[in-house]
């Protein structure tokens, strides 16, 4: 499986070199910066858990009457990444998900939240994507980083699913970014500790356990069928482009 893992590396190596240098990070250099970062990020972290969902749902049974699946292995591996992404602790020990805490930074720090919450309280009432986008006036990038994702979830198979979550989403986030926040955590304590904490439990929890936790379902979802891991690289390739797509349009808005 090895030299399976390598062909993807291989082929996104330049893609993911290009995300970890990114100039964006460079532009953030005070609390004003940060905010609008993580009004665009925000984004991510909310579609991300989708993706997560839809390997959920098509990997374990939720329906009723249950009935078991054929691979009990895979049922493990993702309902153990759902677990720490729907329900981790925060800082204080309560139970909380990766997305809510995210919510929570952003209001600590004074970033806005207006425009993910009407967007999803509209999704979430009328299932449909135009609407929200205009309810929340949700920028072009953000769109089209988001229509990507779904297009993912419904037209393509669970081992491309599998990559593009492993591969294209998990390990993203440069050590440059976590210095630029613990240099601002260390100008505002009261404002950026969230934050802080959310990224570090990142690196805690998704850098290490549930990336192995990835490689593996990714490996068993694609097999040794050859067609598949060409497949999944392909579709990694593409979210890691449109990943930088949207680093660009926060560069941009951090230049106006």
Request: aromatic residues 10%.
């Amino acid at each position: 499986m090895n030299s399976h893992f390598d062909l993807i590396n291989n082929r996104i190596a330049p893609l993911r070199e290009q995300i970890i240098n990114h100039p964006v990070y460079a532009k953030i250099t005070d609390l004003e910066d940060l905010k609008v970062f993580m009004e665009h990020h925000v984004f991510a972290v909310w579609d991300f858990m989708s993706l997560l969902k839809s390997l959920q749902i098509n990997l374990t049974c939720t329906s009723i009457p249950w009935f078991p699946k054929a691979d009990a292995n895979t049922t493990h591996l993702i309902n153990e990444i759902v677990l720490g992404e729907e329900s981790d602790i925060d800082q204080e020990g309560n139970r909380k998900s990766h997305y809510v805490l995210y919510l929570e930074a952003m209001n600590q720090c004074g970033a806005k939240t207006e425009s993910i919450e009407k967007f999803s309280t509209s999704l979430q009432e009328n299932q449909d994507f135009l609407t929200a986008y205009a309810v929340g006036q949700v920028s072009p990038a953000i769109q089209e980083f988001i229509d990507f994702t779904f297009d993912i979830i419904h037209n393509h198979p669970l081992h491309t699913q599998a990559a593009v979550f492993t591969f294209g989403r998990e390990d993203l986030i440069p050590d440059m970014f976590i210095s630029i926040v613990r240099d601002i955590h260390a100008r505002f304590p009261d404002q950026v500790s969230i934050l802080k904490y959310y990224l570090e439990r990142h690196i805690e929890v998704d850098g290490d356990h549930h990336g192995n936790l990835s490689l593996e379902m990714t490996a068993a979802l694609c097999g040794d069928e050859e067609s598949n891991w060409i497949e999944a690289a392909d579709a990694v390739e593409k979210a890691l482009q449109m990943r930088l797509k949207l680093w660009d349009a926060v560069q941009h808005k951090l230049t106006l």
